[in-house]
T-cell receptor, first 115, second 109 residues
Framework: NAGVTQTPKFQVLKTGQSMTLQCAQD?????MSWYRQDPGMGLRLIHY???????DQGEVPNGYNVSRSTTEDFPLRLLSAAPSQTSVYFC??????????????FGAGSRLTVL | SQQGEEDPQALSIQEGENATMNCSYK?????LQWYRQNSGRGLVHLIL?????REKHSGRLRVTLDTSKKSSSLLITASRAADTASYFC?????????FGAGTTVTVRA
């Protein structure tokens, strides 16, 4: 049981390049989300999904796209990378959770540098 | 914008001492959660307190919640070197979790 797996762990891009951060979970969680973590800013929600085929924007969605074609995978696409997107990205998931607790399981993070 | 804000930003204590950190938030919540992040790692859930609860314990952790003041505190008793980490509060509102900027705790041997 691997939990939430993110790849790559590190990536360096040039301004204007595109790339996809991969996220996969093997816990059959319905809800998946992407956060970015910047110094002094905490974690900010980029996009989230409450199930396959359903996605929605979070607090800072500009410059990012997501899709959810399967329950397991939730890739984050950077369309045209900018230096402001230099950050550590975390994928997190949780079950449908009838208790309403909404406790997240996090991946180990992907550190992205845009030059 | 951040929902929760932790105080202090950083805390340095001696092994065996207690560590207390606070979280203030702005809007009504369903629950409040605390997470720990070790350097270079993802966040790990520690404890959850619901909006109708005032205090919760888990091992060496004690969390309080005061909804009238929109604040929470996390107490770690008898700290150990392994408690060195950043601690984040997260508030649940409308099934979305919003995180604060965190408190960095250093436990000195």
């Amino acid at each position: 049981n691997a939990g939430v797996t993110q790849t790559p762990k590190f990536q360096v891009l040039k301004t204007g390049q595109s790339m996809t951060l991969q996220c996969a979970q093997d816990m059959n969680h319905e809800y998946m989300s992407w956060y970015r973590q910047d110094p002094g800013m905490g974690l900010r929600l980029i996009h989230y999904s409450v199930g396959a085929g359903i996605t929605d924007q979070g607090e800072v969605p500009n410059g990012y796209n997501v899709s959810r074609s399967t329950t397991e995978d939730f890739p984050l696409r950077l369309l045209s990378a900018a230096p402001s997107q230099t950050s550590v990205y975390f994928c997190a998931s949780r079950p449908g959770d009838p208790s309403g607790a909404n406790v997240l399981t996090f991946g180990a993070g992907s550190r992205l540098t845009v030059l | 914008s951040q929902q929760g804000e932790e105080d202090p930003q950083a805390l340095s204590i001696q092994e065996g001492e207690n560590a207390t950190m606070n979280c203030s938030y702005k809007t009504s919540i369903n629950n409040l959660q605390w997470y720990r992040q070790n350097s270079g790692r993802g966040l790990v859930h520690l404890i959850l307190i619901r909006s109708n609860e005032r205090e919760k314990h888990s091992g060496r952790l004690r969390v309080t919640l005061d909804t009238s003041k929109k604040s929470s505190s996390l107490l770690i008793t008898a700290s150990r070197a392994a408690d060195t980490a950043s601690y984040f509060c997260a508030t649940l509102n409308d099934y979305k979790l919003s995180f604060g900027a965190g408190t960095t705790v250093t436990v000195r041997a």
